[in-house]
């Protein structure tokens, strides 16, 4: 007969532990919280890192347990599982397969909006200078069919970009045919204010399977205010038309952005109740960022970062309770990072990953062909920076762009495992490099973390998502749980019952 | 004024600025030059070549009095505490760090090679699934098989 060996037989010896790769950093409640290579993590109480890292942890202690259960110690007991943490380090990157997967066209930079924060946009009828010309876009697609990524996106841009409807309805045939000719799958995404929809392009975007990404910033009063047009009727139009093209494409296929400016910090509840009175279920607290005419009209766009903190916690306290109530919303910022933290899984977000997503997870076409390592960096061109333009389709090979020197530059700076403040930081594995902003904000690829608005950010909020998650609230992790596996609540609940 | 612990002596030159001598024996350069890093934002910072074997860091304050934006800057002595506080944690990451690069290393290896190339064979035989002949192993054979069981 066969049996277990008896329990003592598993417990360590009295021989000392070893200890495997890990970083870890107070929490401002004085507890500690450590992180391994993989982005596991153990919450533990104050004191523990000496000890721990002393080796004077108590081998009979709980945490002793946990530490060696998830790979941070190892002792004469434990099997040799390098091969899995490597599995694991593998599939925390993953995101990194194929390389460029989001593909921006710029069609037009042309626009019936005059946004105070818009980076781009021209207020013109003059389609010969601003809109993408068909050789521009043929070369376009065939530059962007040269990614080695199988699973590929086409997002369409402006300006407003169906003010260039006829080099859309030009671009779309041809990048079908030649992905299918190449067996890549591919996604088409059309960001647009929606105030220029017909029914016929409704019909022609749900015939092609195109998605619509539209703005929204908040009801009415704040909407109109940030986003004015000539009638001032930006908020009625975007609503009305939401509706139409859910009504043709269906409710999944219509998203809607919102852009933070000092006005939206005031008002995070009013924001997010709007999201839910439209019927949507996910919004994105996005920081404004420091591009473009954002820089020029400081007055207007420039706040305090710690306002925009209180709106992000207000914010995401308010989307909690909306879920507790039985209303499933998620929010993306938060649902980025959590996936990082509570699934084996990493996310290619291009602002929030490292290696930094410039030009490595995205590309940015612009209407006079050039070429641009993130929408960042076109709008920094706009401003008369082209230190992020990687070449343009006429004159490059995507080879040329990538051993380009603007390129190999940005890689310089791209892994945040190299970066000093960040090489030691808990949070390294969740958080990412942004060269861009660096070069925007600092003056440098590198960056300087003591000071950087993106490092106080992203620690700040993660900080934020381990205070709710050491608050062990049962109903929050199932929140949480629900928005990382794009499931609803109540599902969540029955599988998991309290 | 002169403060010290073991390892550790401050001494305040000006309301603004101080100078902390640190025991290489405790505290590692490395250790140090990370602290001074993060405080950067604050205070200037100078780690010049000691005479002595100490490690000597020079400390001056950006911030010499309140401003709109920041109406309760730090003082000195909060700066050193929050340094020296600082420091002890960078002292433990430089630990794990030391103790734990060639593992990290491996496992980026491992990570990052070609399917196959780098992975070791799984622990125990192919033949012996239950390691009957293992006595540490994850079961053990206490009797003859019963054949009615």
């Known amino acids: 007969m066969r049996t277990f060996h008896p329990v003592e ?354 590309l940015v076409y612009n209407f006079d062909g050039d070429v641009y390592a993130t929408d960042e960096s076109r709008m920094l061109a706009e401003m008369g920076d082209h230190t992020f333009r990687l070449g343009n389709v006429r004159t490059h090979t995507h080879r040329d762009i990538f051993t380009g020197e603007p390129f190999l530059n940005l890689l310089s700076s791209a892994c945040n495992q190299s970066l000093a403040g960040c090489s030691d930081c808990a949070f390294q594995t969740y958080c990412g490099s942004d060269s861009v902003f660096n070069h925007t904000t600092q003056g440098d690829l590198y960056g300087h973390r003591p000071t950087s608005d993106f490092c106080r950010r992203n620690m700040e909020i993660i900080k934020h998502l381990f205070t709710l998650i050491s608050a062990r609230d049962p109903e929050i992790m199932r929140i949480f749980l629900a928005w990382i596996q794009n499931s609803g609540l109540r599902e969540i609940s029955k599988r998991a019952p309290s | 004024m002169i403060s010290g612990a073991e390892g550790f002596q401050s001494e305040s030159d000006s309301e603004f600025s101080a100078t902390i001598r640190l025991d290489p024996r405790i505290y590692s350069r490395e250790a140090i030059l990370r602290t001074c890093y993060w405080h950067t934002s604050t205070a200037h910072i100078h780690v010049p070549e000691s005479p002595d074997d100490k490690l000597v860091v020079h400390i001056k304050l950006k911030q010499r009095g309140p401003t709109l934006a920041n109406p309760k800057p730090v003082s000195i002595e909060e700066f050193v505490g929050e340094f020296c506080n600082s420091l002890l944690d960078f002292e433990l990451r430089r630990q794990v760090e030391a103790e734990t690069a060639p593992v990290r290393q491996l496992v980026l290896a491992k990570a990052f090679s070609e399917s196959g190339v780098l992975e070791d064979d799984p622990p125990g035989t192919v033949a012996d699934p239950v390691e009957t002949a293992n006595p540490r192993g994850l079961v053990q054979i206490i009797n003859a098989p019963d054949e009615g069981s």
């Open chain 1, 9 to 362: 037989s598993y417990s360590s010896s009295q021989a000392g532990y070893r200890l495997l790769p890990f970083r870890f950093l107070r929490l401002d409640d004085g507890a500690e919280v450590f992180v391994n290579e993989v982005g596991e993590f153990v919450l533990a109480p104050k004191g523990t890192a000496r000890t721990l890292i002393q080796k004077q942890l108590p081998r009979s202690s709980d945490l002793y347990a946990t530490f060696k259960a998830k790979q941070f110690i190892a002792d004469d007991s434990s099997s040799p599982l390098l091969d899995l943490l490597a599995t694991k380090y593998r599939t925390k990157y993953s995101f990194m397969e194929g390389s460029t997967k989001l593909h921006i066209f710029v069609v037009t930079l042309r626009c019936d909006h005059s946004c105070h924060y818009c980076q781009v946009s021209r207020q013109t009828a003059d389609k010969i200078s601003y809109d993408m010309s068909l050789e521009t876009a043929a070369q376009s697609v065939e530059l962007m069919m040269k990614s080695p990524a199988r699973h590929l996106t086409l997002e369409f841009q402006g300006g407003e970009s169906l003010l260039a409807f006829d080099v859309i309805r030009y671009i779309v045939p041809l990048a079908k045919k030649k992905a299918e000719a190449l067996h890549k799958e591919l996604e088409i995404v059309v960001c647009t204010n929606l105030s220029n929809i017909t029914d016929d392009i409704l019909l022609y975007l749900r015939d092609e399977n195109i998605m619509v990404s539209t703005s929204l910033d908040g009801p009415a009063f704040l909407h109109n205010a940030n986003r004015p047009r000539p009638g001032n009727n930006s908020y009625e139009l975007t609503i009305k038309n939401i509706d139409r093209a859910r009504k043709t494409l269906g409710v999944g296929r219509v998203a809607a952005l919102m852009t933070t400016t000092q006005l939206s910090l005031q008002h995070p509840k009013e924001i997010i109740d709007e999201y839910v009175r439209q019927g949507f279920h996910s919004i994105f607290l996005r920081p404004i960022s420091p591009y473009g005419f954002a820089v020029k009209s400081k007055e207007k766009t420039g706040y305090q970062f710690d306002a925009f903190l209180d709106f992000y916690r207000t914010g995401l306290a308010h989307i909690i309770e909306i879920n507790r109530k039985g209303y499933d919303l998620s929010e993306a910022y938060s649902k980025i990072l959590l996936t990082k933290i509570l699934t084996p899984y990493g996310t290619g977000h291009v602002n929030l990953q490292s290696p930094d997503g410039a030009g490595l997870s995205v």
